[in-house]
């Protein structure tokens, strides 16, 4: 069912690309910060705070457009978990970072790397329709986007990254008139991660439990439109 959601944020793209809109109403790029708040991805830290966000529209009308969106969050210099919720099994095969399975993070760094500390990042690539409200001063809208996470922990030269299907609907606002306008937004995000068995060397070792993470964002911009 989860999938299914995803799936169908993707199918709608592709089938309102696919169709010749009656009367077009030009197309608009957006950048900015963005801010997102975690617990299960950045362990022992509520969020990652440095982030990014680059997004791109076509209108399809004044009040429908096909949105794509790409996000970046990270943390560096975090504290390495002392849970075991971050330990699964030992690999099959002799990996070279094998040594990090079996032992909570804290574990990870020799006694000699003064410095141990995770790098968390996570990476979004999400799309689906847009519906705007309101004036041209002022235009409150909803989205509702599908798409990939790609997230990473890492310590040192040990790191566990996983990418998984990504659930993310959400609000906000474009003020101004013109060509130019000041965006602020607000989305939900769930990625699904296949896998709850941290005893399974195939579990995600990013997500807290190998269970699917929540997250929420907050991001602030600059809008630029493009004809219409």
């Known amino acids: 069912m989860r999938r299914c959601a995803v799936l169908g944020c993707i199918v709608a793209v592709m ?3 696919s169709v010749q809109p009656v009367a077009a109403q030009g197309a608009e790029i957006a950048g900015g910060y963005s801010f997102l708040s975690n617990d299960s991805l950045a362990v022992n830290s509520s969020s990652l705070p440095y982030g990014f966000f680059f997004g791109a529209a076509r209108h399809f009308t004044d009040k429908i457009s096909i949105v794509f969106d790409l996000n970046g969050h990270y943390m560096r210099g975090g504290t390495p978990s ?3 919720e971050f330990v699964v099994g ?3 095969t002799e990996d070279f970072q094998a040594f990090s399975f079996n032992r909570p993070e804290d574990q990870w760094c020799s006694p000699r790397i003064t410095a141990c500390e995770v790098h968390t990042q996570a990476v979004s690539a999400v799309a689906g329709p847009r519906f705007y409200f309101g004036t041209a001063a002022a235009r409150p809208f909803v989205h509702i986007l599908g798409g990939v996470t790609r997230s990473l922990r890492k310590i040192v030269f040990s790191a ?3 990418t998984n299907l990504t659930f993310q609907p959400g609000v906000g606002i474009d003020v101004g008139a013109g060509s130019t306008a000041f965006r602020i937004q607000f989305d939900y995000r769930r990625v699904f991660f296949g896998k709850t068995d941290q ?5 995600s070792l990013v997500s807290k439990d190998g269970a699917d ?3 929420f964002t907050i991001a602030f911009g600059v809008v630029y439109r493009v004809g219409g």
């Open 82 to 84: 002392a849970s075991t």
């Open 213 to 215: 993470y929540q997250d």
């Open 160 to 162: 566990h990254t996983s």
């Open 15 to 17: 089938t309102l690309c």
């Open 90 to 92: 030992p690999l099959p």
């Open 199 to 203: 005893t399974d060397p195939g579990a």
